[in-house]
């Protein structure tokens, strides 16, 4: 069965660059997360969607940091313009969701784009 | 908001052996956990959930326990193997959303 699939694997960028990575949630899971994994802070949700619908954007570092979800089947996290700061893994996972929560089901991830920005 | 701890940020044992990995939590109103084991350079891997109107739930290998009364949760791998040797998460989820909280992590080495 096709997990969540997220691209590119791995990106390089210069500072200031935009940077859009995507993700492909698992046929059928109406909710959809962002995380950020760094050495420092572990894994942070940045955002979620249920039913395509942004939920809760409140992890967003700042405004320069954007996510769509344009249909049940893909979801786009862009930061422009991108800084060193930036650098670190960006999951995205996938669940069976509830409108309103409480749904109690497992967060499915993908392997992450792994950012650096130079 | 929500804490997760870890008692121990490490944990090495050797192959055969059992293993008991630690989760503290302070949110008594959290009524789902969930165990992820996390490989180099991949995405945290469901393990076993358990909700909180049970105290123990066992998987192929793996058992969670849920202390609801000292916020107490903990993984044992039975006869562990050296495929593993991950880092492994609790998380759990605010009552009322879809947000995880993840603990830090323990990173559990197996020695052959």
């Known amino acids: 069965d096709a997990g969540v699939i997220q691209s590119p694997r791995h990106e390089v960028t210069e500072m200031g660059q935009e940077v859009t990575l995507r993700c492909k949630p698992i046929s059928g899971h109406n909710s959809l997360f962002w995380y950020r994994q760094t050495m420092m802070r572990g894994l942070e949700l940045l955002i979620y969607f249920n039913n395509n619908v942004p939920i809760d954007d409140s992890g967003m570092p700042e405004d320069r940091f954007s996510a769509k979800m344009p249909n049940a089947s893909f979801s786009t996290l862009k930061i422009q313009p991108s800084e060193p700061r930036d650098s670190a893994v960006y999951f995205c996972?996938?669940?069976?969701?509830?409108?309103?929560?409480?749904?109690?089901?497992?967060?499915?991830f993908g392997d992450g784009t792994r950012l650096s920005i130079l | 908001g929500e804490s997760v701890g870890l008692h121990l940020p490490t944990l090495s044992v050797q192959e055969g052996d059992n293993s008991i990995i630690n989760c503290a939590y302070s949110?008594?109103?959290?009524?789902?956990f969930i165990w992820y084991k996390q490989e180099s350079g991949k995405g945290p891997q469901f393990i076993i959930d358990?909700?909180?109107?049970?105290d123990k739930r066992q998987g192929q290998r793996v058992t969670v326990l849920l202390n609801k009364t000292v916020k107490h949760l903990s993984l044992q791998i039975a006869a562990t193997q050296p495929g593993d040797s991950a880092v492994y998460f609790c998380a759990l989820l605010q009552g009322g959303s879809e947000k995880l909280v993840f603990g830090k992590g323990t990173k559990l080495t197996v020695n052959p």
């Open positions: 358990i909700r909180s109107n049970m």
């Open positions: 996972a996938s669940s069976l969701g509830a409108t309103g929560g409480y749904s109690n089901q497992p967060q499915h």
């Open positions: 949110n008594s109103a959290s009524d789902y």
